[in-house]
């Protein structure tokens, strides 16, 4: 079975630098995902990971430690449109299907 | 941009009715999902859909539940006798290629399923 864990509320100032970590253990490992999911809508894509490191996108990075079942995505210069759920997902080595963690509905104040 | 299209954007049922949620993925993608989300819960994975059959199931797939693709652009999913606890959105979403290890899915904007 797989299981992912995240926090599940955060809250960070606008500007600034936020990271939103995850764990997640599974019987096999085929890749990590991060998707956005605005209240109401739809998730969207923002990262993938299958090896150890760092991949960076414009204002999102995210990490990606297999050893220790570990992701983090990092949000910088944040802005009020990054409120929003931020979900991480993985797919096992034997399955089609990404499986979702519960999301961190990250809060942008003022 | 490409985009998978979901039809109808909210229904409301009797409990005990069919209800039938279209779809049409990206015209190029090869691999078909649903997922639901309940209110204020996650994402659930519930069929992936490749070569005219179903690949994956989950446990909340049951019976009740099936999926069809009637002609080369939509993908169906029926709830043949619905229950209060179907009331959620239901995403489709579509895939490129699961082989490529991306995989990324495009989801659909979600039909609102709410059973009275």
């Known amino acids: 079975g797989q299981n992912i864990d995240q926090p599940t509320e955060m809250t960070a100032t606008e500007g600034a630098i936020v990271q939103i970590n995850c764990t997640y253990q599974t019987s096999g490992f085929n890749g990590l995902f991060w998707y956005q999911q605005h209240a109401g809508e739809a998730p969207t894509f923002l990262s993938y990971?299958?090896?150890?490191g760092l991949e960076e996108k414009g204002r999102f990075s995210s990490f990606l430690s297999r050893s220790k079942g570990y992701s983090y995505l990092l949000l910088k210069e944040l802005q009020m449109k990054d409120s929003a759920s931020y979900l991480c997902a993985v797919r096992d080595r034997w399955d089609d299907k990404i499986i979702f963690g519960k999301g961190t509905r990250l809060h942008i104040l003022p | 941009e490409p985009e998978v299209t979901q039809t109808p954007s909210h229904q409301v049922t009797q409990m005990g009715q069919e209800v039938i949620l279209r779809c049409v993925p990206i015209s190029n993608h090869l691999y078909f999902y649903w997922y639901r989300q309940i209110l204020g819960q996650k994402v659930e994975f519930l069929v992936s859909?490749?070569?005219?059959?179903?690949?994956?199931k989950s446990e909340i797939f049951d019976d009740q539940f099936s999926v069809e693709r009637p002609d080369g652009s939509n993908f169906t999913l029926k709830i043949r006798s619905t229950k209060l606890e179907d009331s959620a959105m239901y995403f489709c979403a579509s895939s490129e290629d699961s082989a490529s290890g991306a995989n990324v899915l495009t989801f659909g904007a979600g039909s609102r399923l709410t059973v009275l």
């Open positions: 990971n299958v090896l150890d």
């Open positions: 859909f490749y070569n005219n059959e179903i690949s994956e």
